[in-house]
T-cell receptor, first 112, second 117 residues
Framework: DVKVTQSSRYLVKRTGEKVFLECVQDMDHENMFWYRQDPGLGLRLIYFSYDVKMKEKGDIPEGYSVSREKKERFSLILESASTNQTSMYLC???????????FGPGTRLTVT | AQKVTQAQTEISVVEKEDVTLDCVYETRDTTYYLFWYKQPPSGELVFLIRRNSFDEQNEISGRYSWNFQKSTSSFNFTITASQVVDSAVYFCALSVPLIQGAQKLVFGQGTRLTINP
């Protein structure tokens, strides 16, 4: 079974804090993705990575950065958390090509 | 630009009723893929089906069936004889090419389906 894990299910942080969200996949997938999910908006792509150390901006990258030092691990970083970054964050991975993406359980982040 | 629209925000039916979730998409790509995902209360998105743009055959998997019509840019999902365990948020998604073989998914807003006993 494909497994994508995320470091936390729930996280509460204060405005201005630096936040790290970690994602690990065990299927040797080339591609990894970070989405955020907001009511009425579906899921929107923040960043993706197609190889180690390679990253590309998605549709809403402002306020975020990412790191992929190992193939199985993809981190999302909020340099200075703000209240408008309160959301559900979902990590996904897949092989090259239009194959289905496998999702982690999500991290519900609240910034106060 | 690519777009997916799920006009039904919420649907509520009684168990054993049939229910259809609508999905309409927009794309200028000639080759693309469509997906349905289920998000139960636990939060994790579960893959249900992938369809490519060249295959318009309907697909049936148990109580689930999908109707892909390129002429109307629709990819609808029907649950027959619904059960309480089908209660979830369902997302339709469209693949969009990125770089280096990667594809992102453009998601609809989701339809919250509630099956009442």
């Amino acid at each position: 079974d494909v497994k994508v894990t995320q470091s936390s299910r729930y996280l509460v942080k204060r405005t201005g804090e630096k936040v790290f969200l970690e994602c690990v996949q065990d299927m040797d997938h080339e591609n990894m993705f970070w989405y955020r999910q907001d009511p009425g908006l579906g899921l929107r792509l923040i960043y993706f990575s197609y190889d180690v150390k390679m990253k590309e901006k998605g549709d809403i990258p402002e306020g975020y950065s990412v790191s992929r030092e190992k193939k199985e691990r993809f981190s999302l970083i909020l340099e200075s958390a703000s209240t408008n970054q309160t959301s559900m964050y979902l990590c996904a991975s897949n092989f090259d090509g239009a194959y289905e993406q496998y999702f982690g359980p999500g991290t519900r982040l609240t910034v106060t | 630009a690519q777009k997916v629209t799920q006009a039904q925000t919420e649907i509520s039916v009684v168990e054993k009723e049939d229910v259809t979730l609508d999905c309409v998409y927009e794309t200028r790509d000639t080759t693309y893929y469509l997906f349905w995902y289920k998000q139960p209360p636990s939060g994790e998105l579960v893959f249900l089906i992938r369809r490519n743009s060249f295959d318009e055959q309907n697909e049936i998997s148990g109580r689930y069936s999908w109707n892909f019509q390129k002429s109307t840019s629709s990819f609808n999902f029907t649950i027959t004889a619904s059960q309480v365990v089908d209660s979830a948020v369902y997302f339709c998604a469209l693949s969009v090419p990125l770089i280096q073989g990667a594809q992102k998914l453009v998601f609809g807003q989701g339809t919250r389906l509630t099956i009442n006993p």
